[in-house]
Nanobody, 127 residues
């Protein structure tokens, strides 16, 4: 069973920065696509960014492009989400998720595409 543990959430003022980390306990981590999702109160969970297993593609939601940067360190089984210029609307619980390899062209995008989830970490941006 793949386990994911997020950390790095907290309270920050608008315009500030936070870096989230997610450690994935899977020896074949480099074959997994890993994504960051978020869920605000009363809203559906949405994909923020996803890093393909091959490392050659990282997709971002339009709402975070230019502000958030996702990276992965396969040697450390860890992914990061650097969040800059934070806005109150970024307030949400952020989840790390992993999708196992299915094909070289597989690019998971929805919640159902991902197989394993972390417990989430709260990010609160005050105005």
């Amino acid at each position: 069973q793949v386990q994911l543990i997020e950390s790095g959430g907290g309270l920050v003022q608008a315009g500030g920065s936070l870096r989230l980390s997610c450690v994935v306990s899977e020896r074949t981590f480099n074959t997994y696509t890993v994504g960051w999702f978020r869920q605000a109160p009363g809203k559906e969970r949405e994909l923020v960014a996803a890093a393909k297993w091959s490392g050659d593609r990282i997709n971002y939601a339009d709402s975070v492009k230019g502000r958030f940067t996702m990276s992965r360190d396969n040697a450390e089984n860890t992914v990061y989400l650097q969040m800059n210029s934070l806005k109150p609307e970024d307030t949400a619980v952020y989840y790390c998720a992993a999708a196992r390899y299915r094909s070289a062209y597989y690019e998971p995008e929805t919640m159902s595409d991902f197989d394993s989830w972390g417990q989430g970490t709260q990010v609160t941006v005050s105005s």
